[in-house]
């Protein structure tokens, strides 16, 4: 009696082993693709090693003062003369996105000055992204004039809202930059601290624009799908690690 017992016992506790062994297979399935799916939801909107998914404002390839190299994207302000000249100018991607968190990482050289500017309608009608799209501005705080401006500081949702508090690195130090456009709300983030909230295409939306440089811009802050821009401010900056989850 004993003896069955004790095989009864065996085999209850070989199911009760099996089934729990299924069971941390599943789970361990359901944890990888659960995983996967989340990190598919970014989009990357550089590889790293070419333009693909962008081009120059207006059409054609990308400036050759835009260059790769050990992953990132730099505008060689060197080999071009000013801002807006040469081989440069603004570049966008080839989609338009509407309710979106980008994020992506920048350093500006010294006394330099540039920025990410999205929500951009392209179209003969307008000759650079900013006069449609907003500016998340990239600066040199300590270095560049522009600074001395309030609302044109780095992390300032230029000339429109000014930074909270100052999160900025010195020139030639990595940032990581956000952007999330959701439905009319907007945050900007730098460096894990949100420092710019607001509400586009309101009246309050509207007066900021009304009391800023874009005021006589009719299509200025209107649009609410557009392509996302690297501004050529005529300043060596580099960008890496660009990437995008539609909302």
Same mark, same amino acid.
């Given at each position: 009696?004993? $003896?069955?017992? %004790?095989?009864?016992?065996?085999?209850?506790?070989?199911?009760?082993?099996?089934?729990? =062994?299924?069971?941390?297979?599943?789970?361990?399935?359901?944890?990888?693709?659960?995983?996967?799916?989340?990190?598919?939801? %970014?989009?990357? /909107?550089?590889? =790293?090693?070419?333009? !693909?998914?962008?081009?120059?404002? +207006? @059409?054609?390839?990308? @400036?050759?003062?835009?260059?790769?190299?050990?992953?990132?994207?730099?505008?060689?302000?060197?080999?071009?003369? +000013?801002?807006?000249? @040469?081989?440069? #100018?603004?570049?966008?991607?080839?989609?338009?996105?509407?309710?979106?968190? /980008?994020?992506?990482? %920048?350093?500006?050289?010294?006394? +330099?000055?540039?920025?990410?500017?999205?929500?951009?309608?392209?179209?003969?009608?307008?000759?650079?992204?900013?006069?449609? =799209?907003?500016?998340?501005?990239?600066?040199?705080?300590?270095?560049?004039? !522009?600074?001395?401006?309030?609302?044109? $500081?780095? =992390?300032?949702?230029?000339?429109?809202?000014?930074?909270?508090e100052e999160t900025v690195k010195p020139a030639g130090e990595w940032n990581l930059a956000e952007i999330i456009a959701n439905n009319g709300n907007l945050q900007l983030r730098l460096n894990d601290v949100t420092i710019v909230e607001t509400t586009m295409w309101t009246p309050e939306w509207e007066e900021l624009i009304a009391n800023s440089k874009f005021k006589d811009m009719? @299509?200025? #802050?209107?649009?609410?799908? #557009?392509?996302?821009?690297?501004?050529?401010? +005529?300043?060596?900056?580099?960008? $890496?690690?660009?990437?995008?989850?539609?909302?």
């Amino acid at each position: 009696m004993q $003896r069955q017992n %004790w095989i009864l016992l065996s085999l209850s506790a070989a199911l009760i082993f099996g089934c729990s =062994g299924e069971k941390e297979v599943e789970n361990t399935e359901e944890e990888t693709q659960a995983s996967t799916t989340t990190q598919e939801e %970014w989009i990357s /909107l550089f590889d =790293g090693k070419s333009f !693909d998914g962008w081009h120059k404002y +207006g @059409g054609g390839e990308v @400036g050759k003062a835009w260059k790769i190299e050990n992953g990132e994207l730099y505008l060689d302000a060197a080999n071009k003369d +000013g801002w807006q000249t @040469g081989d440069g #100018g603004d570049i966008v991607t080839d989609e338009e996105f509407e309710n979106f968190h /980008l994020k992506y990482e %920048w350093k500006i050289a010294p006394n +330099g000055n540039s920025g990410v500017i999205f929500l951009v309608h392209e179209s003969d009608e307008y000759d650079y992204p900013w006069q449609t =799209g907003p500016e998340m501005q990239v600066l040199d705080n300590e270095g560049h004039p !522009d600074a001395e401006i309030i609302s044109h $500081r780095a =992390g300032d949702l230029y000339d429109l809202i000014v930074s909270s508090e100052e999160t900025v690195k010195p020139a030639g130090e990595w940032n990581l930059a956000e952007i999330i456009a959701n439905n009319g709300n907007l945050q900007l983030r730098l460096n894990d601290v949100t420092i710019v909230e607001t509400t586009m295409w309101t009246p309050e939306w509207e007066e900021l624009i009304a009391n800023s440089k874009f005021k006589d811009m009719p @299509g200025f #802050g209107k649009y609410k799908k #557009g392509k996302i821009s690297l501004q050529d401010h +005529g300043d060596l900056v580099h960008f $890496r690690n660009i990437v995008l989850k539609k909302l």
